[in-house]
């Protein structure tokens, strides 16, 4: 299985570009247009989710690993493919994704090209509790640590979600001393 490509960008268009290895070997790769637009002819590195199907043997690439991320979690949705899941890479930055999520937002879920109400929908409902998991944001780390941590003292994930809603601590040890004190 591909993970990751690096090499020269000899041709590239807005949803897809080659990338020629060292080994001499050219390989398509699909890319979203947030990706695309962040990208030129030159040397490159790409985080890569290949999906092998009967008949198609197909890789895609993405500068930012929160944007693989949506999209990896995405085609796991029922009735979301591959297509699907990089138009809404390429409507949707991760943080607009997770939040448009969070806010159950049908409406933003609309704008990608594909989506209709019903798809909107169960994307929503089977992805009620992604999370992006971004060092960038280090208050969203302290509160993903607590969480796990708290679950592996076997509390619900749904319960803790609502008392750390309430929680004030700046780090991981408050956090978890605080939330403690709230679900005892």
Excluded: W
């Excluded at 199907?53 to 993405?62: P, Q």
């Excluded at 969480?147 to 309430?166: D, Y």
């Excluded at 929680?167 to 408050?174: H, N, P, V």
């Amino acid at each position: 299985m591909i993970i990751a490509i690096e090499g020269e960008i000899v041709k590239k268009e807005p949803t897809f570009l080659y990338v020629k290895t060292n080994s001499g070997f050219t390989y398509k790769v699909n890319i979203s247009l947030f990706c695309s637009s962040s990208l030129s002819l030159g040397n490159t590195s790409l985080h890569i989710t290949q999906i092998i199907r009967e008949d198609a043997n197909n890789l895609y690439g993405f500068k930012d690993n929160d944007e693989k991320r949506v999209f990896d979690t995405l085609v796991k949705v029922n009735g979301v493919g591959p297509s699907t899941a990089l138009a809404v890479c390429s409507t949707l930055t991760p943080s607009e994704f997770t939040s448009a999520l969070t806010s159950n937002s049908v409406e933003a879920f609309k704008k990608v090209p594909g989506i209709g109400p019903k798809s909107a929908k169960r994307i929503l409902v089977e992805l009620s509790d992604f999370e992006l998991d971004s060092d960038s944001v280090s208050v969203n780390s302290f509160i993903n640590e607590t969480l796990m941590a708290l679950e592996s003292l076997g509390f619900k994930k749904e319960k803790i979600r609502k008392v750390l809603s309430t929680c004030k601590g700046e780090d991981t040890s408050s956090l978890i001393k605080e939330a403690l004190k709230k679900l005892g």
